[in-house]
Structure formats: C-alpha cells, structure tokens
C-alpha cells in the first residue's frame, strides 16, 4: 500500500525529506527504498539527491516488513552478576539492547540468547528486558531470567522502587548544587526522532545533584523517578545543560566521544524470589574517565561532532 505525500514547504535532498517526513523510515532506508525504485516524484521515479521543491507529489510504496525475532549470537557480556533468577549486565555504549528495525542482530539479547536460556518467557524480540538504555548510553541494566523474576522487577520498576543513577558530563555552569526536573516528555511534533517536552505528554521526574564542576562542563549525577525514552538527555537540554557529545539534543560543538556521555552507573532492586536489597555500580567506561581526567587538569577538547 502507497503513502502520498504533498510537499507544501519543504525543500532539501529527497532522501533528508522522507528522513523527516511522518513516515517511519530512517535517511539510509530512504535511500535503499529510492534505488528500490519505491519512491515517485511527480509519478516518475525518484533519486536521492533530488531537490524537492513546494507542491511536489511523492508517492512512497513501502517494502514489507521483515519479522523480527532474535536469535543467540556468542558475545563477550560484562556480567557484574547472575543467579537463576536475574542478571545484571553492564551494557556498553554502542549497543542495542533488543533488534529493531535497522539493528536486527548483534544486540544485547542476541548475546544474551546465547549465555543463557529464556524459553519459558514468551517474548521473541525482549526475552527478560525490564527496562532499557540508549544505544549510546553505557551501564547497568537488569534482566530477568524467568517469569516470575520478569513481573517482580517490572512491578517495582513501575512502583518506582527501584535505584537508577546515572553519572552525566554535561555543558554549563551550575548556580544550584542539586535540582529536580518535573516536565512531561512525548514525541517532538517537529522531529519524530526526537522526544520533547509537551503539553499532555508522560509524567516524566529527574533529579540532579552537581558532583564536580568544571570550566565550561559539569559531572553530575541524575536518578530517575520515571524513566521515558531520552529523558535524562531531554530534561537536561531543556535547562540549559545538555549533555556533552549528545547528537541529538546537544550543540555541535561539544565534547568528542561516541555519542553523549551519560553511564547508568548505580542500579538497584529488591531480588524476586530472596526479598533482599541488592544495589550494584559499574565504573564509567575508559574513555568517558579520561575526559574527566581531562576536564580535572583543565583540559577542554571540545570540537565540532556534526
């Protein structure tokens, strides 16, 4: 089935206008579906480099969808701990954590299938996946290895029970040393890669607290009382102080890295089956502690990541 769009104001690359448009499709698989022939301009076919202008008429026939369903794929997994019933792994930064369109293996769980077995969970795409971080972001997550283990950890998440420290490097000077962030997060109207703050949108609370301060950045630590997609990257732009290396929400001149600098380092739960506390840490990863190291000897590398 075609999807029609009228072009009314947009101008630019046919690839970047379908990469913007309401249609769920990254900029890459714009241009695949183009030399698929997919794409109509005008009901001729469509190229890439192509300058849409005002009143154009695009008509986009998307491929079907391919299923989805992960499988195990032996990788090394920096476990921090593990029993029959949960794992805590520290994820590193680059990662997916479960297949989705565009990243169908080499995830998280993919390497998870492989170490150990999820089969009484009845989910082919998150087989134990209680929460999630970014692909960029680093640190600790939780997985429950059996049902049970799934709906213990799932009910204290959303009881708002659980412990969930991130450490950030972030721009700007602070005046307070701790703050809350108390603002609602969906969609961007503007930008469906994004998330924005929004009138009607997800209850969404971050409190930070000034660990160090540098010249022009900051290390500070930000616990989650709700955990929305980007919020610690949303709520901390929108005060001014977005995290550094952040290619979505920061500046283009920032600190150089692999994306934004943001670690999960402190999680914490009650265990499904013992009711023991457990809380557990992971150090920063090497080089996000080399900026440190850096920005404590007066050291500033920023440049332009975009």
């Known amino acids: 089935m075609s999807t029609t769009l009228t072009i009314t104001t947009e101008t630019g690359r046919l690839d ?8 769920d499709v990254t900029r890459s698989q714009a241009a695949k579906w183009l030399a698929a022939g997919l794409v109509l301009v005008n009901g001729a076919p469509g190229v890439a480099k192509y300058k849409v202008q005002p009143g154009d008429h695009i008509a986009v026939t998307p491929p079907a969808p391919t299923p989805l369903e992960a499988g195990a794929q032996p990788m090394a997994l920096a476990i921090v701990y593990e029993d029959d019933q949960v794992i805590v792994v520290n994820k590193p930064q680059g990662m997916v954590v479960h297949p989705a369109p565009g990243h169908p293996d080499g995830t998280l769980v993919n390497g998870l299938l492989a170490h ?5 969970i009845n989910d082919v795409i998150r087989p134990g996946i209680v929460h999630r971080i970014d692909k960029d972001t680093s ?3 939780m997985v429950a290895k059996t049902p049970a283990a799934l709906e213990s950890l799932s009910a204290q998440l ?3 029970t659980t412990i969930r420290e991130y450490w950030a490097i972030v721009h700007g000077t602070f005046r307070e040393a701790s703050g809350t962030i108390d603002a609602p997060l969906g969609r961007d109207p503007k930008d469906r890669k994004k998330q924005a703050i929004v009138a009607g949108g997800r209850h969404a609370v971050t409190h930070f607290e000034v660990l ?4 022009h950045y900051a290390l500070v630590k930000c616990v989650l009382e709700t ?3 980007h919020q610690i990257r949303v709520h901390m732009a929108s005060i001014h102080h977005p995290v550094a290396g952040d290619p979505l929400y920061g ?3 920032t600190l150089p890295g692999h994306g934004q600098f943001l670690h999960a380092r402190t999680l914490g739960f009650v265990h499904p089956t013992t009711g023991q506390s457990m809380t557990f840490e992971a150090e920063v990863p090497e080089l996000f502690a080399q900026t440190l190291t850096d920005l404590r000897a007066g050291i500033d590398r920023t440049a332009r990541i975009r």
């Not at 160090?212 to 010249?215: L, N």
């Open 139 to 141: 640190g600790l997550l």
């Open 251 to 253: 500046p283009k001149l």
């Open 212 to 215: 160090e301060q540098f010249t």
């Open 158 to 160: 959303k009881a708002k």
């Open 16 to 23: 970047k206008v379908l990469a913007d448009s309401p249609l």
């Open 227 to 229: 955990g929305r997609t």
């Open 116 to 120: 150990t077995d999820f089969s009484a």
